[in-house]
Nanobody
Framework: QVQLVESGGGLVQAGGSLRLSCAASGLTFSYYVMGWFRQAPGKEREFVAGIGLTYDSTYYADSVKGRFTVSRDNAKNTVDLQMSSLKPEDMAVYYC????????????????????WGQGTQVTVSS
C-alpha cells in the first residue's frame, strides 16, 4: 500500500521560510517522479514543483520560481520542498504526489499525471 505523508507545515510570517517533507512508503521510490501541489480555499489545486528520477530534473511554477526548491533523497524515500520569501498568497494546503516513471529527466505538472497523493499539510502565512 502506497503512502505519502507530508510534514513541516505551520504558521510563518511573510518573508519567512518553511521546509516541507514528504515520506513515501510502499513503492520503489527511485522509480517515481514526485510533485508538490497546493490548494488555497476556494481555489483549484495547482502545481508548485516537481522533481524527476534524477536529482537535477526539477521544474517549478512561475509563481514560486527562485523562492522554492524541491529535492529528493532516494535513500530515505523523501522529497522536500524548501520555501523561502513566503508570501500571503502562498498560504494553502500543500500536497505531495507520486507518479511512476522510467524515463530520467522527465517531470510532470498536471494533476492527472499523478496517481498517489498525500493528505496534505497546511501552510499559513501571516502578513
Amino acid at each position: 500500500q502506497v503512502q505519502l505523508v507530508e510534514s513541516g507545515g505551520g504558521l510563518v510570517q511573510a518573508g519567512g521560510s518553511l521546509r516541507l517533507s514528504c515520506a513515501a512508503s510502499g513503492l520503489t521510490f527511485s522509480y517515481y517522479v514526485m510533485g508538490w501541489f497546493r490548494q488555497a480555499p476556494g481555489k483549484e489545486r495547482e502545481f508548485v514543483a516537481g522533481i524527476g528520477l534524477t536529482y537535477d530534473s526539477t521544474y517549478y511554477a512561475d509563481s514560486v520560481k527562485g523562492r522554492f526548491t524541491v529535492s529528493r533523497d532516494n535513500a530515505k524515500n523523501t522529497v522536500d520542498l524548501q520555501m523561502s520569501s513566503l508570501k500571503p498568497e502562498d498560504m494553502a494546503v500543500y500536497y505531495c504526489a507520486a507518479r511512476f516513471d522510467t524515463t530520467r529527466g522527465r517531470t510532470a505538472s498536471r494533476i492527472s499525471e499523478y496517481r498517489y497523493w498525500g493528505q496534505g499539510t497546511q501552510v499559513t502565512v501571516s502578513s
